[in-house]
């Protein structure tokens, strides 16, 4: 246990201690703030932490990386904007809780939530690195494509019961993904001409759009002046009860499991994990019918989950000196120019620094817990503000943010397109989820299933244990319930049918 | 009364803005300002995201180039369709030398897979990084010697599959060019980004993997892979003991680079002050320090060298990439 003792105990040097204070609200602003995502925050400031000791300045951008995946949660929760990828999928519960009354205790959860996340993703950093690493090499086009078919089967889960418009938005979002560069030939398709398209739709301007600009267009139409009804500023209880905590038990292992599978898997993140989980949870829960109306358990499975994925990603970084993620992309490079060599001899040469790593993020972990839980009672001000005020914080922040990504104006001017979409969905009640799903997935299902074919035809996908296996689930978990559903309805036919 | 006042100022500050904005508009490059250039900040448009390999280099060059300047420079990453996004933008900037850019392979590539630019558009200040690409099987693989895998794609031509970082990527080009080369012919897979197609061959899902020096040699060095040959005139420090493809017997160097290059029609002086803070800057310590340290090779080509270079590239390429369709 010596390297354990020596990699915690490196940790206590007050210049390492201040630079994750440092990045710790460094990065809750920036996940915070919509647009700005944690990979880019980390690709900026390795500009400047590459003059630092290696300890420092992965104190820096490793805390960076965990507290922006505690920020971004506020906005999602509050205004149904994902601050960044990662809290997509807390915006399904998150957003519905603030609207009943509930921000508080949602904002609270969340952060609970996202912590033991964290942990339990460390942990598998800390203790079983090198064998899940072998596990992330199997996971080859073949088994990718499986797992991404998978996430599609989800498409109904995250309908909220309007099954048949769930799959019409599925189907836009799918085709939206098509747009862009043909991942094998490299031919354009769908691009009309236009440049900016052919390295695909760009997706967080999509999603800033459909969520939080669709919210606030819908708020501005519907609105009345003198009506008073704003229940969100009513920020409710704060903290769980005890009964609270025990709902949140499953959904908190659920999250866990699954966060630490993808984030283990290479090049997959938050925003799958958090997906994922949340109709896991959805699945295995009493209530099932509450996911997406402001569940707890769905918002403490989401954020489990997608927290859960830093532990993971950083394992595969660290094990196999592939990037488990985006953000683990931007810091193998800067740690390659330090002289660490990420990598399976890393665990043997240099066991300290892999202990000083889970530590650095163990503190992060509890620093933006504690921000998170200090903090919120001054967002509850801000959305005190009358809401004229409030929309247009909201717009030109998102705009901003949106901008920020690219340097593009062409993908504020996507944001807004998606705002109007989104508004004329919400207008129609078809749900925004099955779009993001299908934009997300459709194009890592149709290049890994293209690739899959290149390298070995079909016969490569139906040899892979894994692939099939994957494939036989996402079978059943379409199967199943459509005939539970039949099945019941067999037995409850005498009776008129139920009322909406 | 307060509304009155508001409107009032609104309309003195919009007023103000447009004045200055007109004022900006114009502002071509003339006699005086090539004088006292630089008196403002630079801006360098990097076309790739922050973060990665291009930007590393930029960044980097780019403190260095300040210090003898004696001004800021801003980089600006300005990101999409392949990087021809960033690379319009430059060569529709100002000729001041107020904006200038990195130059990636791609300047010479994307003209000929369906992108407008051209080279032509741009004046070269000078190259400052080189990429050699490497050819690299699993550790486990039955390929020794890249003559045992040009041997195998020879008795089943179009079946050796081989990884690279996506579609119309000069990895990709490579493959194609040593199948060319050669008289074979590999199975070109592309993947999305370079490290997940190291990572497929890492985990035996493909034959071989094309991919920079960078991406390869560290996992060449913890036993993941076994690089068989570096595209390049001379064999890699970093690669020990790894032949060049030359030595094995093919007549092939290939591989990315970065330079510095500005709109075309810069002003003679600008471009001379320019040239002489690129060569500093690259010739730099810790520049050469720390692109040695990522793994690629630092170069310092001043500008007309890099002229001719980037010709024989474009010229290259136009025969790689226009018999592909």
Request: glycine share 12%.
């Amino acid at each position: 246990m010596s390297p354990l003792v020596a990699g915690f105990s490196s940790l206590l040097d007050p210049t390492v201690l201040s630079c994750i204070a440092l990045g710790a609200v460094l990065g809750m602003l920036v996940g915070a703030f919509p647009g700005i995502t944690a990979t880019m925050a980390v690709a900026l400031a390795s500009g400047f932490t590459l003059t630092l000791d290696p300890l420092p300045g992965l104190a820096v951008l490793l805390t960076i990386y965990v507290s922006s995946n505690f920020g971004d949660r506020v906005p999602a929760i509050l205004v149904n904007t994902p601050g960044t990828p990662a809290s997509i999928a807390t915006t399904f519960d998150g957003y519905a809780m603030a609207q009943q009354g509930k921000a508080g205790l949602a904002l609270t959860s969340s952060a609970f939530a996202s912590a033991v996340g964290t942990f339990a993703g460390l942990l598998l950093l800390m203790f079983a690195a090198i064998p899940l690493s072998r596990l992330a090499l199997q996971f080859g086009p073949a088994e990718m494509f499986a797992l991404v078919v998978f996430g599609l089967t989800m498409m109904i889960g995250v309908s909220g019961g309007r099954v048949v418009k769930g799959l019409m938005a599925g189907a836009f979002g799918l085709l939206l993904g098509a747009v862009g560069r043909d991942p094998i030939t490299g031919d354009l398709r769908f691009t009309f001409g236009l440049v900016e398209l052919s390295d695909g739709v760009p997706f967080i301007a999509a999603i800033i759009g459909l969520f939080g600009i669709a919210e606030v267009f819908d708020q501005i139409i519907t609105h009345r002046s003198g009506s008073s009804a704003a229940p969100i500023t009513q920020f409710g209880k704060w903290f769980p009860t005890r009964a609270d905590w025990r709902t949140m038990l499953k959904p908190l292992a659920v999250g866990s499991g699954v966060g630490g599978v993808v984030g283990v898997v290479p090049a997959t993140g938050g925003d799958i994990a958090g997906i994922l989980a949340w109709d896991q949870a959805r699945r295995v829960s009493a209530h099932p019918e509450k996911f997406g109306k402001g569940s707890l358990e769905g918002l403490t499975a989401a954020d489990t989950a997608s927290n859960a994925t830093l532990g993971g990603s950083t394992t595969t970084s660290l094990a196999l000196g592939i990037p488990g993620d985006s953000v683990m992309a931007v810091m193998i490079g800067s740690m390659i120019v330090w002289g660490i060599q990420p990598g399976p001899s890393l665990f043997t040469r240099n066991p300290e620094l892999v202990y000083s790593i889970a530590g650095i993020m163990i503190v992060a972990t509890l620093l933006a817990l504690g921000l998170s839980l200090l903090r919120m009672r001054s967002v509850a001000k801000l959305l005190d503000l009358p809401r004229h005020f409030l929309w247009t914080i909201i717009l030109i922040f998102c705009m901003v943010g949106t901008y920020a990504v690219n340097n593009s104006i062409f993908d504020v001017g996507v944001m807004l397109l998606f705002g109007l979409v989104g508004l004329f969905m919400r207008r129609f009640s078809i749900p925004a989820g099955p779009v993001v799903l299908g934009l997300l997935l459709g194009k890592l299902a149709e290049s890994n299933l293209r690739r899959a074919l290149e390298i070995g035809g079909v016969s490569n996908i139906l040899t892979s244990p894994i692939a099939v296996a994957i494939l036989a689930v996402s079978l059943l978990a379409l199967v199943l319930p459509a005939l539970r559903a039949m099945r019941q309805r067999r037995r409850t036919t005498p009776a008129t049918p139920v009322a909406e | 009364m307060r509304p009155t006042i508001i409107r009032t100022a609104s309309g003195v500050l919009t007023l103000a803005a447009l004045v200055t904005v007109a004022g900006c508009a114009d502002r071509g490059a003339t006699v005086e300002d090539a004088a006292d250039y630089p008196s403002k900040d630079v801006t360098l448009i990097v076309p790739y995201q922050a973060g990665g390999a291009s930007d590393l280099a930029a960044r980097t060059l780019a403190n260095q180039m300040e210090q003898h300047l004696g001004t800021n420079i801003i980089v600006e990453n300005r990101t999409g369709g392949a990087g021809s996004v960033g690379l319009q933008h430059l060569a529709e900037a100002h000729a001041d030398g107020y904006t200038i850019g990195y130059l990636p392979v791609e300047t010479v590539m994307l003209g000929f897979q369906g992108y407008d630019i051209d080279p032509a558009n741009y004046d070269l200040i000078g190259q400052m990084v080189s990429v050699p690409a490497t050819i690299a099987v699993p550790a486990d693989s039955p390929y020794q010697t890249l003559d045992d895998l040009l041997k195998a794609a020879e008795e089943a031509p179009g079946t050796i599959t081989v990884s690279n970082s996506g579609a119309g990527s000069i990895w990709e080009a490579t493959t194609t060019a040593l199948g060319e080369a050669t008289g074979t012919e590999f199975k070109p897979v592309p993947f999305d980004g370079g490290a997940p197609a190291v990572t497929a061959a890492i985990g035996g899902e493909v034959d071989a993997v094309i991919a920079g020096i960078s991406e390869t040699a560290p996992a060449h060095a913890e036993g993941q892979l076994r690089v068989l040959a570096v595209f390049d005139e001379e064999p890699s420090p970093s690669l020990e003991g790894v032949p060049t493809a030359i030595e094995e017997g093919v007549d092939l160097t290939m591989g990315g680079w970065g330079g510095i290059g500005a709109p075309a029609g810069l002003p003679e002086e600008i471009k001379q002050t320019l040239e002489e803070a690129f060569t500093a800057a690259a010739s730099s310590e810790e520049f050469t320090k720390v692109i040695t340290d990522s793994g690629n090779i630092p170069v310092n080509v001043p500008a007309d060298e890099f002229a001719s270079f980037v010709e024989s590239e474009a010229q290259n390429f136009k025969a790689l990439l226009s018999d592909q369709d």
